[in-house]
């Protein structure tokens, strides 16, 4: 155990350098662009469709012949199409609205995006322009980490949703600007616009001689191996070292902008982990379906999945309210179950500059000596959150698409650190 002495100090720090951190702007805004920015050179990063993803599955299958295998397995083709047409019309449009304010353009879907090109893509983009839905933009994000391209340049990111009827785009400016790229771009060239800062998760994993598994791609509905990115082992302060069982960290190259998953790969299958809240000296036990650490700008995403009640879940609940005896006892006043549900559900939501993580814990066991202590949270905002695995088969899943083993023994770090936000672009 480390003494409370050397704790109170260590969360001093932490303290003061997030009140640095969220004195840089109010709100998670900046009024006014940094100097040094200026509009030159855009990446669009482009949605990887589903007829895209039929055609790698079947390469040896001219266009003819793929359609007809997936006219007879049921597909419905013309939406298929639709929807991948509806997508590259869009694309282009947003090309030719920055070629029109004099911007140099290069394109690169997401398979292209995700190998060992994108680096240097990175270095040469003024800005980073994610084409489709939120899941391009995480992609787009996780690149971007000064971990993963080994450069401390930061290169803005702003998102156009490319299908705003069936894609809610959290992540992507406002839906209006679909059908106006031309006015958003003007006004990105023209710096009239604000920044945004949105937190992002720092993953260490922490063992006796520095080493990272393999990490795996989810992204292409297929698991492929990824190109193995590399970071500087460090020693831990004898501190850490003795609180951890562990003598090194190894920071993973890939930062969380939404959040960090822990559980086992078999839904069904329990997951059994330790968490340590802060760095203090107790060690929570649970069983559950699994760990979700989110960021405020995953707040609305799973965060709000595993968390959010019910109109019926609400109305179950004030059926069991005792009920006042007719003489002399006041009525229960008249409710309205759908407006406590949504405003319970909007209340799960925090800032994305917000330098807090919350942990949810997915369906945890409370029987018997289950959760220990007993009276351990399921969901709580922390500053730093440990994890030791006792599971079998279990993965650490960073914003649904960069995968670790997390198997028993396996230790993580979770923390959040200034250096990391992400800098996005914001349009009213």
């Given at each position: 155990m480390f003494k409370s002495k050397n704790l109170t100090h260590q969360l001093i720090r932490e303290y003061r350098a997030w009140r640095k951190f969220s004195s840089h702007s109010k709100g998670g805004m900046a009024k006014y662009p940094p100097p040094q920015f200026k509009l030159r050179r855009a990446l669009i990063i482009t949605k990887f469709s589903r007829y895209e993803f039929e055609q790698t599955r079947y390469?040896?299958?001219?266009?003819e012949q793929l359609e007809k295998k997936l006219r007879d397995r049921g597909t419905d083709y013309e939406m298929l199409m639709f929807l991948h047409n509806l997508h590259k019309d869009f694309e282009r449009n947003v090309v030719q609205s920055f070629l029109d304010v004099g911007c140099?353009?290069?394109?690169?879907?997401?398979?292209?995006?995700?190998?060992?090109?994108?680096k240097e893509i990175m270095k040469w983009a003024d800005l980073i322009v994610p084409v489709g839905g939120d899941g391009t933009f995480l992609l787009a994000?996780?690149?971007?980490?000064?971990?993963?391209?080994?450069?401390?340049?930061?290169?803005?990111?702003?998102?156009?949703?490319s299908d705003p009827q069936r894609s809610e785009g959290r992540l992507m400016l406002p839906k209006h600007y679909t059908e106006n790229t031309k006015d958003a771009v003007a006004k990105i060239k023209s710096c009239d616009f604000q920044w945004m800062y949105r937190t992002r998760i720092r993953t260490s994993i922490l063992g006796s001689n520095g080493k990272i598994p393999e990490s795996t791609d989810l992204y292409r509905h297929t698991v492929t191996k990824m190109e193995q990115e590399k970071t500087e082992p460090e020693y831990l302060s004898q501190i850490w070292a003795d609180r951890y069982k562990a003598k090194m960290k190894r920071v993973l190259p890939y930062l969380a902008l939404n959040e960090v998953f822990i559980g086992e790969q078999l839904s069904a299958r329990v997951s059994h982990l330790q968490l340590v809240i802060n760095h203090n000296d107790i060690d929570n036990k649970t069983k559950c379906s699994g760990l979700c650490v989110s960021t405020g700008t995953g707040s609305t995403s799973w965060h709000t999945s595993i968390n959010r009640i019910t109109t019926q879940q609400v109305e179950d609940l004030v059926r069991?309210?005792?009920?006042?005896?007719?003489?002399?006892g006041k009525p229960m006043p008249a409710f309205d179950a759908d407006q406590i549900a949504t405003e319970y559900n909007q209340s799960l939501r925090f800032a994305p500059d917000d330098p807090r993580l919350c942990y949810s814990i997915r369906e945890q066991i409370c029987v018997g000596v289950w959760p220990s202590p007993k009276d351990f949270k399921a969901r709580c905002f922390v500053n730093s959150l440990f994890v030791k695995s006792r599971c079998i088969d279990a993965n650490l899943v960073i914003d649904g698409s960069i995968s670790y083993p997390f198997n028993d023994g396996a230790k993580a770090l979770l923390e959040v650190h200034p250096e990391d936000a992400l800098l996005t672009i914001s349009l009213d």
């Open positions: 390469p040896q299958l001219n266009r140099e353009v290069k394109v690169a879907n997401r398979v292209e995006f995700r190998s060992s090109l994108s994000a996780g690149r971007a980490s000064p971990l993963f391209a080994q450069s401390q340049q930061k290169t803005p990111i702003v998102g156009f949703n069991i309210f005792p009920i006042p005896e007719p003489d002399g």
